[in-house]
């Protein structure tokens, strides 16, 4: 098993929230799209865009190099421009992503725990997140206590109550 580290997402790790939304969107290598095409998308680009707006947070894992293999954030969306896991205006939602060669070594559980604390710390009372049913991932998300609240063709919508 590697050493990783987590630290707190800062304004500088755009670039490897961007590496991690393009993880995130292409989790399904069928359907895989370039940088470019994932980067131009409005509907994904959403959660990234002008990173680190008040309200957004997050946490980057680095190896014992300081290169950065993973991270999770999450911001807070308005009702009139929701993300695809939005429930409620003050329900930050999240999202995940591992470099593939740091995959299934505990960097994504030790990340999601980590956001969780810091949102309890900012007295966040719940997260959300969308998830396909396709994707092992939600199995890594029920089993940290996310539970689905609505279901769309596809996807889930799943909320943990974090305090
Ligand atoms: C989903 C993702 C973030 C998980 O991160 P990770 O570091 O690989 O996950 P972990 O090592 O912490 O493993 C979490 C659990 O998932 C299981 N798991 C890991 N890889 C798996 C795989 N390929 N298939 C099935 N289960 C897997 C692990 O066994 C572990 O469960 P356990 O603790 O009971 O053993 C990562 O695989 C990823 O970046 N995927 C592509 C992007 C993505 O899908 N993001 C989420 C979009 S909603």
Do not use: K
Not at 34 to 46: A, G, K, Y
Not at 89 to 103: A, D, M
Not at 139 to 145: I, T, W
């Amino acid at each position: 098993m590697n050493a990783f580290r987590i630290r707190p997402a800062v304004g500088q790790d755009a670039r490897v929230l961007a590496d991690m939304l393009v993880e995130a969107a292409n989790w399904n290598p069928v359907r895989s799209r370039t940088r470019v095409t994932v980067m131009e998308d409005p509907t994904v680009l959403h959660y990234i865009a002008g990173w680190q707006r008040p309200g957004d947070f997050g946490c980057v894992a680095e190896d014992a190099r300081g290169v950065a293999v993973g991270a999770c954030w999450a911001r807070l969306f308005p009702a009139d421009r929701p993300g695809y896991g939005f429930v409620a205006p003050g329900v930050p939602e999240l999202t995940l992503g591992v470099y593939p060669p740091w995959r299934a070594q505990g960097v994504g559980r030790a990340l999601l725990r980590e956001l969780s604390r810091e949102a309890a710390a900012r007295g966040h009372a719940r997260l959300s997140l969308s998830v396909e049913r396709e994707n092992f991932a939600q199995r890594l998300y029920v089993s940290e206590g996310f539970v689905t609240v609505a279901a769309g063709e596809r996807s889930d919508t799943m909320v943990r109550t974090v305090r």
